[in-house]
């Protein structure tokens, strides 16, 4: 059975996206199947793993993304599933075991336009739909956006853990907590609709503190999370084992040079000169797993000595 985490934080900002990206990456290249969930509607995982050309195509189309199979007789969960999403620019893939669940602007028409059924709400046939391949894969990684409306209950329904992307700052904390607050009444409002074999339903695990800037001294930001921690844990409002994960990720430029190439950090070659970003977001990957992960071979991509020119986004 696989592992379904939802990363998630109501504050914005916090590198949501490039956690969730680059611990999926460094779990593949560790030989683990990974399904990355997308249900962000502004598509970064989307964008960044399938490169702008071809998430512009399906943006364009109104199709093969995860807003289809809410739309009667359109897609299946199944079909839209992007296999193998990293690729070189050449369209050989470069990243096995790494799969997307893509999706592009018009998820918005969740929240708009989608008017769910009383007796088969949203999140449950998302999560009926996803179970009919949950098992092809390890870990199931939902990159959720921060708010707690349709698209987050998608996959805050379907995991069965929580982890939380944070910066060492007051506004970290404070959505943390109103995360939660919104968290245990959507368990309460859902709760009619799970099963026994769906599992637990999801609660924090654990708390990542991201972006680090250096001679940055996070220890009182750390003491404050882990105090709250400790409260939500009295009130069993976070899972019993809940903690701030030891393994934390620096700011490095190489994390948006790696956007802009169209690949996770892992496969940037010359992690040397950027203080081997890399192995935190490896370190993560292990800790999160429980064991110490074993890297394969893949190839790596050359930065370029000038940045690439942005792309446009075609919109519909």
Known sequence: MSRKIAF??????????????????????????VLLVDLDTQSNSSIWLMRLEKWNRINMSNKDMI???????????????????????????????LDLLPTTFNFI???????????????LLFYKQ????????????????????????LGVFAANEMIVPSNP?????IGFTLMVEKLML??????????????????????????????VDISVSVMRMNMRLK???????????????KSRVRDATIVRRAVSLGIPVNLVAG????????????????EIGGQELTQRDVPKVKVPEKPNQPEEVSTP
């Open 8 to 33: 998630l934080n109501y504050k914005g900002g916090v590198g949501k996206t490039s956690l969730t990206v680059n611990i999926a990456a460094a779990l593949a290249e560790s030989g683990k199947r």
């Open 67 to 97: 807003y289809s199979i809410f739309v009667p007789g359109e897609q299946r969960l199944p079909d839209i599933v992007v296999k193998d999403v990293v690729k070189d620019q050449s369209g050989k893939c470069i990243l096995p075991g």
């Open 109 to 123: 028409d969740l929240e708009n336009e989608y008017v769910p059924d009383p007796y088969n709400p949203h999140f």
């Open 130 to 153: 996803l179970q009919e391949i949950e098992d092809q894969y390890d870990f199931i990684l939902f990159d959720c956006p921060p708010n707690f409306l349709r698209a987050t209950q």
């Open 169 to 173: 700052d007051a506004l970290s904390l």
């Open 186 to 215: 959507f368990h309460k409002r859902s709760s009619g609709f799970r099963k026994k074999e769906m599992g637990s339903p999801a609660y924090v695990r654990g708390i990542i503190f991201n972006a680090i800037k250096s001679n």
């Open 231 to 245: 409260q939500f844990i009295r009130q069993r409002f976070v899972a019993p084992d809940a903690q701030v994960f």
């Open 271 to 286: 992690q040397d000169t950027q203080a081997g970003i890399a192995n935190d977001f490896r370190a993560l990957a292990s």
